[in-house]
């Protein structure tokens, strides 16, 4: 919306959440820390009217100008494929007035293979619609990189594939408006595969590098993925505390669900998530032998840095583990009030980073700028010594010259010896 808004295209938005409908009037991004992302300020835009949300739905069904339909509705309900949403939207969709022209509908959520013409086109036409005369068809999955700046709808090459050649020619069009690069292909199938595709690729990758420090653990797994990656077509990923979010957990969900012919190979897609699921259990089981008391801070409630989003945030069967083998757990996100964590993850928070001379563990899951940018006088004043401090995204790696002069145990998943019950 924001995009096209500051393109000159009026939009609305409708949502069933009032508050971000409040906020969005408001002229306010109801996700913290977004407008870092996004680089400018929407309250112009929704002063102007250029911007307006609401949580009545008839205001757009009813209004014959309204044409084109963005639909980025979630299609996961916990940890699962679900399309419940998008049946939701599409019964919505087909009591749109439409006269003398057809509307364009663009999907961006993450599709598993087929929901758009079994969930979206079916549900049309079983109330009378006609696809494409009242309704044109595409698929352009959003690619979007919140953490990154650089990488948004303007820059990031968009995938479109339509339901006909006249749905793809027009979701070009209007995409265009606001995407510098357009990669159209051959029908609304297909762009709808990519994005699972892209991030079972990704998942694939994270598990072999998971796979790799769980069965070479005396070795430095990260300098031998360093390494290896200066191959021109080696892709590095690192290995971590588990995978989080609405995309790389359920991608490989997706591609079996959607999957035509139900052969072996589905189960080299499913040992994908097993085995970055599993991590999560056997980092815990790490800890737990290592720890020489019972209490243990988890820095990071989100999946994501500098972000409120804890969508299968690995820190949620984490903190769940370790409380399974009888340890205090307490997390500590930036974002997220005491009673939201509460609430979320079933534990209580902390002060940061005054009470990490409390803990017997600490675990550092996500790169949030507030830790990274903790100054290491602080650090190591606030951590005592023979503390384990596990570093899932090497957020202190450049610190642990000095962890060890103090004698705090760092290690950083994938190190050599990261996995030792041992304190160094």
């Known amino acids: 919306m924001a995009y096209y808004a500051r393109r000159g295209v009026r939009c609305v938005g409708y949502d069933i959440s009032k508050d971000v409908v409040e906020s969005i009037n408001a002229g306010k991004i109801p996700f913290v820390n977004l ?22 739905v008839r205001e757009i069904l009813e209004d014959q100008d309204t044409r084109v339909h963005f639909v980025a509705v979630p299609t996961e309900k916990n940890g699962e494929p ?16 439409v006269r003398g022209h057809s509307d364009l509908i663009i999907v961006e959520s993450t599709l598993a293979p087929g929901q758009s013409d079994d969930i979206l086109i079916g549900t049309l036409r079983r109330s009378g619609r006609k696809v494409p005369e009242d309704f044109l068809v595409a698929v352009a999955p959003r690619r979007d990189w919140f953490d990154n700046p650089g990488l948004n709808v303007d820059t990031i090459p968009r995938v479109v594939g339509g339901v006909n050649e006249e749905s793809r020619r027009e979701a070009i069009d209007v995409l265009g408006v606001i995407c510098s690069k357009i990669v159209p292909v051959s029908n609304n199938r297909v762009a709808e595969l990519v994005k699972s595709t892209e991030n079972s690729f990704r998942a694939l990758n994270i598990a072999f590098a998971n796979a790799l420090s769980r069965s070479y653990p005396n070795v430095d797994v990260n300098e031998l993925i360093s390494a290896a990656a200066t191959k021109w077509n080696y892709v590095a990923h690192y290995p971590g505390i588990g995978t989080g979010g609405y995309c790389i957990p359920l991608a490989p969900k997706y591609l079996v669900e959607g999957a035509t012919n139900k052969g072996d190979q589905l189960d080299f897609l499913a040992m994908i998530n097993t085995i970055n699921e599993s991590q999560t259990s056997f980092v815990s089981d790490i800890v737990a032998k290592a720890l020489p008391g019972s209490k243990v801070g988890i820095l990071g409630l989100s999946y994501k840095g500098n972000l409120k989003v804890h969508v299968l945030s690995p820190s949620l069967p984490l903190a769940k583990r370790l409380q399974q083998k009888k340890k205090e757990v ?41 830790y990274t940018e903790t100054p290491v006088p602080i650090l190591t004043k606030s951590i005592r010594r023979g ?25 950083r998943i994938g190190d050599a010896g990261w996995a030792s019950p041992n304190l160094n």
Do not use: C, M
């Open 82 to 97: 679900w399309d419940g949403a998008l049946l939701d939207v599409s019964k919505k969709l087909s009591a749109k007035k």
């Open 330 to 370: 307490l997390i500590h996100d930036p974002f997220y009030s005491a009673d939201e964590v509460k609430q979320i993850a079933g534990v209580k928070t902390f002060s940061y980073p005054e009470d990490l001379n409390t803990f017997d563990a600490i675990i550092v899951a996500v790169r949030h700028s507030e």
């Open 387 to 411: 503390v384990l401090v596990l570093d899932a995204e090497g957020a202190w790696d450049s610190y642990r010259h000095f962890f060890k002069k103090k004698g705090i145990d760092y290690r």
């Open 35 to 56: 407008e870092h992302w996004l680089g400018f300020s929407i309250e112009p835009l929704a002063n102007n009217g250029l911007i307006h949300a609401t949580s009545h």
